[in-house]
């Protein structure tokens, strides 16, 4: 039996427009999360069309920021791990659309504590996502 887990939200910038994926990664770069580990980036490629075939790159051998940004020009789903800060524990985050963000908890997911329960520690997760998005990205209802 698998476990999964994962947070949806749907966001809008407090000015009513669209806002970048890469205002949302860097938003979260700046609370913690990190787009490498190991010095490599786990991402979708480009004309990836929804196949989910997921890369690994050294993080010098690619230029992520232009990938992210072509996908996002040719409306393609944004696929990039984050990790919190220096530890193992991690997200595969896809965004859509640019207003839909999906977070998979299935990177060394956080457990709650009790020995016959295998329950994700999904506060854990929310007190590391939601304060990303106090900054000029609010939710949408």
């Known amino acids: 039996m698998s476990i999964?887990?994962?947070?949806?939200?749907?966001?809008?910038?407090k000015s009513n427009s669209n806002f970048s994926s890469k205002q949302v990664i860097n938003e979260?770069?700046?609370k913690g999360w990190k787009i490498e580990k190991n010095n490599k980036i786990f991402y979708l490629p480009l004309g990836d069309d929804d196949l989910y075939d997921w890369q690994e790159k050294n993080s010098k051998d690619i230029d992520i920021w232009r990938i992210i940004s072509r996908?996002?020009?040719?409306?393609e789903v944004i696929g990039i791990n984050l990790y919190w800060r220096d530890t193992d524990i991690g997200l595969s985050t896809l965004i859509f659309n640019?207003?839909?963000?999906s977070f998979s908890i299935s990177i060394n997911r956080v457990k709650i504590n009790l020995a016959e329960f295998d329950i994700t520690d999904i506060n854990w997760y929310l007190e590391r996502i939601v304060p990303c998005f106090t900054n000029g990205l609010v939710f949408k209802k």
């Open 4 to 13: 999964s887990a994962s947070i949806d939200l749907k966001l809008i910038s």
């Open 28 to 30: 979260m770069v700046a």
């Open 71 to 75: 996908k996002e020009t040719l409306q």
């Open 98 to 101: 640019n207003t839909e963000i």
